[in-house]
T-cell receptor, first 111, second 112 residues
Framework: DAKTTQPNSMESNEEEPVHLPCNHS???????IHWYRQLPSQGPEYVIH???SNVNNRMASLAIAEDRKSSTLILHRATLRDAAVYYCIRNSGGSNYKLTFGKGTLLTVNP | EAQVTQNPRYLITVTGKKLTVTCSQN?????MSWYRQDPGLGLRQIYY???????DKGDVPEGYKVSRKEKRNFPLILESPSPNQTSLYFC???????????FGNGTRLTVT
């Protein structure tokens, strides 16, 4: 089963860090973990991805558990523009390009 | 500007009338894919393509066809649309299988 599990919703205050969890307990050794976010009336936007070690970019950080069964997207200082639905997906790549997005986490950022 | 372009943005049609939603990318990406998004169900993959003339089914392929005759284009074809295909559709492309996906702005389809 390629599905990931995320909380339906989370809430944060502006300028505070946000930790968005994702469970992918059946992940295989070669699956990448990708995160996307979607604003209303827009297509999903790439945020970050990784395989084993933690990853950082200008948008966020990705912390991957040592056993790779879970990961956490970290927004270091939430802004109002970060309010969106966040999707965590497993990407097995290669000849099997089936990507399952799931329902995502709706992040609300309070001013 | 690097982008994935879908057309049309909005489409209202009637049951059984064949339609095509176009998708084009200008990034020379190998992989392209189609998704539908429905309330409460998230995004579900319809079809994907790994290269020209190479396509495969995603999770919900019934009622849809695709073709990949050129690297940049990946049209989604509904031969005989039905009301249960009313949805928001997204096309995406990526350089390789594990590369980040670039999404289009979506096509909202209504079948009456």
């Amino acid at each position: 089963d390629a599905k990931t599990t995320q909380p339906n919703s989370m809430e944060s205050n502006e300028e505070e860090p946000v930790h968005l969890p994702c469970n992918h307990s059946t992940i295989s050794g070669t699956d990448y973990i990708h995160w996307y976010r979607q604003l209303p009336s827009q297509g999903p936007e790439y945020v970050i991805h990784g395989l084993t070690s933690n990853v950082n970019n200008r948008m966020a950080s990705l912390a991957i558990a040592e056993d790779r069964k879970s990961s956490t997207l970290i927004l270091h200082r939430a802004t109002l523009r970060d309010a969106a639905v966040y999707y965590c997906i497993r990407n097995s790549g290669g000849s099997n390009y089936k990507l399952t997005f799931g329902k995502g986490t709706l992040l609300t950022v309070n001013p | 500007e690097a982008q994935v372009t879908q057309n049309p943005r909005y489409l209202i049609t009637v049951t059984g009338k064949k339609l095509t939603v176009t998708c084009s990318q200008n990034m020379n990406h190998e992989y392209m894919s189609w998704y539908r998004q429905d309330p409460g169900l998230g995004l579900r993959q319809i079809y994907y393509s790994m290269n020209v003339e190479v396509t495969d089914k995603g999770d919900v392929p019934e009622g849809y066809k695709v073709s990949r005759k050129e690297k940049r284009n990946f049209p989604l074809i509904l031969e005989s649309p039905s009301p249960n295909q009313t949805s928001l559709y997204f096309c995406a492309s990526s350089l390789w299988s594990n590369s980040p996906l670039h999404f289009g702005n979506g096509t909202r389809l209504t079948v009456t």
